[in-house]
């Protein structure tokens, strides 16, 4: 028999199944694998605590390993051997980040330091329309760019903006623009840029924007509307204010690295894509350049570094969970993912749909790359925001403030559905789709094909 696993965060809930054999042959609470549990009370003191989330992370992860090495052993061999193996796979997803969320933490601040925010004023217009269209702005830059960056430049504009007062909602719709704009390119996501690696053909994902733009609209307006109420845009610039072109020619020095690494990296040596952080790295290079013109703030790294600490801390937590297996490709699995990949890492769960194949590669994309902007950890994007504005880190507040994202996400999947359809591309390298009898990781039953 399938072990279902409810899992718990805040005010939201998942079933999952997990493999009983391969993924989980340790102690269990009421059925539910140990590594779970640890997990999930991991991710419930994160939503409690929210001035101790760093210790609560850091706590989970020390848990967590502490179990695997005595009770289960990790997907890569038991002991010290298999967590030195799992760190070793891990190791280029874990440089990237932690070069990406400290190289931007810098980039924000010499764009909040060019002027150019504060003089963004006199282009936008002067009610709740203004802000969604910096949304759009941030969609835009997510299209082309890492969706941690454009998250990270949208909070650095709207502490201008909004004289520093931003909403929960609208932080919540920050990161929601930043991961639709990248759900249907295939260099505007890890998740997109995985499936381009393994063969997926860039235009079989591009369809995922006709579910991306409905659900920026969607959530886009309440969010813009709320803002203005709370606190409204500036009403034109500084008349003396100059920009900093220097600091705008290093920003986008940063920027065109890291466009530069990904695509370069990608289009001419896609299979070393995993074998190092070039993007990591371009973007550091590209720092250190950059210092002749404009001393970086070095005093913004020790607090990020904090906030990046805790990061790659639930990334390696997520990484350890016994995920083994998906149900057969469908609409509705696709849709399910969406709901899962805001708690767990949207890249295994990703590297997992690739190898099972049968998927409309732009609704999974579109359901993984956009889903986990319904809970502020479910994203690279939003934990990365959540250092600029610790106040977002309460998923209770995430859900309440933010509810219009969920929405977004189902109506958005829905249009694509019935304006597109669910055209599934043949299993990558002929690896087998149907589940074994006892199969692991089920959606819930009302997400299961008839």
């Known amino acids: 028999m399938n072990r279902i696993v409810r899992f718990s965060a805040g005010a939201g809930s998942l079933s999952l199944a997990v493999l009983p054999a391969s993924a989980a042959t340790g102690p269990a609470v009421a059925g539910i694998p140990a590594d779970f549990v640890l997990f999930a009370l991991t991710l419930l003191g994160v939503a409690l605590f929210h001035n101790h989330t760093l210790k609560v992370a850091l706590t989970g992860l020390v848990a967590i390993t502490l179990y695997k090495l005595v009770f289960t052993g990790f997907k890569q061999g038991a002991g010290l051997a298999g967590l030195t193996a799992h760190l070793g796979h891990e190791w280029v ?10 190289g931007f933490a810098l980039l924000s601040r010499h764009f909040e330091k060019s002027h150019v925010p504060v003089v963004l004023p006199k282009f936008l217009p002067d009610d709740w329309k203004g802000a969604f269209v910096m949304l759009v702005l941030v969609f835009v830059l997510s299209s082309f760019l890492d969706n941690i960056a454009a998250a990270m430049i949208g909070g650095a504009m709207a502490h201008q903006l909004f004289r520093a007062k931003v909403h929960i909602g609208y932080l919540a719709a920050i990161v929601a623009a930043s991961n639709a704009g990248g759900a249907g390119s295939v260099v505007g996501d890890t998740t997109t840029t995985m499936m381009w690696i393994d063969g997926v053909d860039p235009r079989d994902v591009f369809h995922a924007y006709v579910g991306a ?12 509307i709320t803002q203005q109420k709370h606190s409204p845009i500036l009403k034109g610039a500084h008349e003396h204010t100059r920009i900093d072109w220097g600091r705008v020619g290093i920003v986008a020095l940063i920027l065109l690295a890291a466009i530069s690494a990904n695509v370069f990296v990608n289009l001419r040596y896609p299979e070393l894509a995993s074998s190092f952080p070039f993007i990591g790295v371009a973007v550091w290079l590209a720092i250190i350049v950059s210092i002749a013109v404009r001393r970086p703030d070095w005093e913004v ?9 805790f990061l790659l801390s639930l990334v390696l937590c997520a990484s350890m969970m016994p995920v083994e297996e998906l149900p057969l490709a469908s609409w509705q699995t696709a849709l399910g993912l969406g709901f899962v990949s805001s708690v767990f890492d949207n890249i295994p769960l990703t590297a997992l749909a690739i190898k099972q194949g049968g998927y409309d590669w732009g609704f999974l994309a579109y359901a993984v790359g956009f889903g986990g902007s319904m809970i502020w950890f479910g994203s690279s994007a939003g934990v990365a925001l959540s250092n600029m504005y610790p106040e977002a880190r309460s998923v209770g507040q995430w859900l309440r403030h933010g509810w219009y994202i969920v929405v977004a996400y189902v109506v958005g999947f829905f249009v694509m559905v019935v304006l597109v359809g669910w055209e599934p591309h043949a299993p990558h390298k002929a690896v087998p ?12 039953a009302f ?4």
Do not use: Y
């Open 93 to 102: 997803t874990i440089a990237n980040l932690f070069c990406l969320l400290m």
């Open 447 to 450: 997400m299961q094909a008839a």
């Open 433 to 444: 789709t149907t589940p074994h009898s006892d199969a692991g990781f089920v959606v819930p």
């Open 301 to 309: 790294l020790p607090e990020t570094f904090k906030g990046t600490l």
């Open 213 to 224: 733009v409905v659900a920026l609209v969607i959530f886009g307006i309440p969010a813009s």
